[in-house]
């Protein structure tokens, strides 16, 4: 069978691809810490599930708007207003099976070929992904560790050329954990309106912040027309499963997208709108509790690799996830996440998988109990010690 050359340009996602090969391990009998894979590893709220339950009992188990329904719509544009200091309506709300074909709508609506993208570098694949597939440039411009992950806002500027059409912007941000300040989202909100420059502000882990509140380049003055925002109910409320998103742009925008809704998944499931408009309404002490149990899980994470000899790690401030320097041990970030896996049973990313700048560092997620933890952390120690000893060639 002949493949069309287009699927050349679409990558994928490294964390399913360890997952599976960390699950074939177990299989074999293996013991495997799954630090690898990005979501919360709490239910479900109840009152949600139960909202979804009652829904599909009344009846709402067919097509609905390819849009999305009103009532969530409505709500979504309350809850973005309110939380972004910006006045949305619900023209401007599509939703979506999940968060990420945002990611691929926007793109596929905007990008013309040889067009420019500025994205973050590490970041997550998927932009990248897109981006080469809808046959545009992708401009990696990379986080600095010294500036606790975030983009130095001069490389930034120097990345902007006359082809550059749109910025991908994520905070707080996976892999590293990071925030923008307000003054970077000024600086890239200057640059966009300078250069007529499109925002897509992937907002994901918005409500997984542990200092502050969460700052959106949405509420610059002069940005509700040029920003995309992506944002979800998969990591707040541990719907990943659910595959409930949403994205809230220029209402001139709306109507390409919900063509290519219509197009490609005609809508999203109606009783999971529901469950996702019982979530929002609340209550949300579940949500303050994960966010809590995530912060003591990252304190713990954090200061057990900083005490492992050739590891040094950032402490994120929000998502959750850890991205910690590991170029002392002498290994690239490919093989020894592979070391780690095969040969220690803890299952983590090469910051590789998330661009070029990722080499010297791995992802891993915390979204995962302490004694996981833990136990990854004694083996991630124990790798790191072994390979002061005996080089890259021995394991345990």
Same mark, same amino acid.
């Given at each position: 069978?002949? $493949?069309?050359?287009?699927? @050349? ?16 391990? /177990? ?7 799954? &630090? ?16 979804? #339950?009652?829904?599909?009992? /009344? =009846? ?13 719509? !409505? ?5 973005? @207003? ?8 619900? !023209? ?10 945002? $990611? ?5 609506? &905007?990008?013309?070929? =040889? ?10 694949? +998927? ?27 001069? /490389? ?11 910025? %991908? ?34 907002? +994901? #882990?918005?409500? +997984? ?7 959106? +380049? ?43 809704? %219509? ?45 492992? /000899? ?39 990313? @090469? ?46």
């Amino acid at each position: 069978m002949r $493949i069309a050359e287009r699927m @050349s340009r679409l990558g994928t996602e490294t964390a399913f691809e360890v997952l599976a090969a960390a699950r074939l391990l /177990e299989a074999q009998g293996r013991d495997i810490v799954h &630090l690898e894979i990005g979501e919360p590893d709490f239910p479900t709220p109840d009152f949600i599930i139960e909202a979804a #339950y009652r829904a599909m009992r /009344e =009846g709402q188990t067919h097509y609905g708007p390819a849009a999305g329904l009103a009532d969530l719509r !409505e709500a979504l544009a309350e809850h973005v @207003s309110r939380t972004r200091q910006v006045e949305v309506s619900l !023209e401007q709300v599509v939703i979506t099976p999940g968060a990420k074909p945002i $990611i691929f709508y926007s793109v596929l609506a &905007l990008i013309e070929k =040889g067009d420019e993208v500025i994205l973050p570098d590490p970041g997550f694949p +998927i932009y990248e992904s897109v981006v080469r597939f809808a046959e545009g440039v992708p401009v990696m411009v990379p986080l600095r560790e010294r500036l606790g992950f975030r983009w130095d806002l001069d /490389e930034l500027r120097a990345a902007v050329t006359p082809r550059t059409r749109m910025i %991908i912007l994520n905070s707080p941000h996976n892999p590293t954990g990071a925030v923008l300040t307000e003054e970077d989202l000024h600086g890239i909100a200057e640059l966009a309106l300078r250069h007529d420059l499109i925002v897509l502000a992937d907002e +994901i #882990y918005s409500e +997984i912040l542990y200092e502050g509140t969460h700052k959106s +380049i949405l509420s610059i003055p002069g940005m509700a027309e040029r920003t995309i925002l992506l944002d979800g109910f998969s990591k707040t409320f541990a719907m990943t499963g659910w595959r409930l998103g949403y994205g809230v742009m220029p209402v001139g925008l709306a109507p390409h997208v919900i063509r290519l809704v %219509i197009n490609s998944v005609s809508c999203t499931a109606t009783f999971t709108q529901w469950a996702g408009l019982a979530a929002l309404r609340g209550p949300h002490d579940e949500v303050r509790q994960m966010v809590e149990a995530f912060r003591k899980r990252r304190d713990f994470i954090v200061d057990g690799l900083n005490r492992i /000899e050739g590891i040094t790690c950032h402490r994120p401030q929000g998502a959750f996830y850890v991205f910690p320097n590991v170029q002392a041990l002498g290994l690239r970030s490919g093989a020894l996440a592979t070391k780690l896996l095969r040969e220690y049973g803890v299952a983590v990313l @090469s910051g590789t998988a998330f661009g070029a700048a990722g080499e010297g560092y791995l992802r891993i997620s915390y979204a995962a109990s302490l004694e996981a933890l833990q136990k990854g952390l004694e083996r991630i120690r124990q790798a790191a010690r072994d390979l002061r000893v005996h080089g890259s060639s021995t394991g345990s």
